[in-house]
């Protein structure tokens, strides 16, 4: 089945305490991206990567960081949390290979930082 | 800066009537064109998209193109209490990365 694991779907850490979010997709994608989501803000893009060792910055990237090291995976880093980064997140991939393809959703991982 | 424009809501419409959706966008050689549905805390999924100017339908859903203008709508015909839900425009951006802009999304309520 075609998916994006996303973990964990629940964290809630301390300020300061670095942490990671994984993210995983099993159809061979080259687009991945990091969203949060916060009440009345709609989507918003942290980092998005467009291959293996490719990544940039989109709409909200500090306090964040990412890496790709394999087409599959592309786990989020939050290495010093703070109480602005409690948010829902979310990981996506598409081919994006022509301008119909679509985004796969991971499941979500809501943060709280306290 | 790419700026896809929605009003928030919440639009609230009685069941059975049709609810419409609508959203502007600032890019102009824009290609594609998404509706993603997502209930609260879930993640968004993609019900309709369109790309060439006019209707495009499925099922109760409607998308409408109208690249002139730089708008594009989603009517939703027959409206039920689980169509309550917030929907999310999205711009596939043009120069070849087809990297989409979302919206901030418009809450539609469905009232029995």
């Known amino acids: 089945e075609a998916q994006v694991t996303q973990n964990p779907r629940y964290l809630i850490t301390v300020t300061g305490k670095k942490l990671t979010v994984t993210c995983s997709q099993n159809?061979?994608?080259?687009?991945m991206s990091w969203y949060r989501q916060d009440p009345g803000l709609g989507l918003r893009q942290i980092y998005y990567?467009?291959?293996?060792?490719?990544?940039d910055k989109g709409d909200v990237p500090e306090g964040y960081k990412v890496s790709r090291k394999e087409k599959r995976n592309f786990p989020l880093i939050l290495e010093s949390p703070s109480p602005n980064q409690t948010s829902l997140y979310f990981c996506?991939?598409?081919?994006?290979?022509?301008?119909?393809?679509?985004?796969?959703f991971g499941s979500g991982t809501q943060l709280s930082v306290l | 800066q790419k700026e896809v424009e929605q009003n928030s809501g919440p639009l609230s419409v009685p069941e059975g009537a049709i609810a419409s959706l609508n959203c502007t966008y600032s890019d102009r050689g824009s290609q594609s064109f998404f509706w993603y549905r997502q209930y609260s805390g879930k993640s968004p999924e993609l019900i309709m998209f369109i790309y060439s100017n006019g209707d495009k339908e499925d099922g109760r859903f409607t998308a409408q193109l109208n690249k002139a203008s730089q708008y594009v709508s989603l009517l939703i015909r027959d409206s039920q209490p689980s169509d309550s839900a917030t929907y999310l425009c999205?711009?596939?951006?043009?120069?070849?990365?087809?990297?989409?802009?979302f919206g901030r999304g418009t809450s539609l309520i469905v009232h029995p």
């Open positions: 999205a711009v596939s951006a043009s120069g070849g990365s087809y990297i989409p802009t």
């Open positions: 996506a991939s598409s081919s994006l290979q022509g301008a119909n393809e679509k985004l796969f």
């Open positions: 159809m061979n994608h080259e687009y």
């Open positions: 990567s467009m291959n293996v060792e490719v990544t």
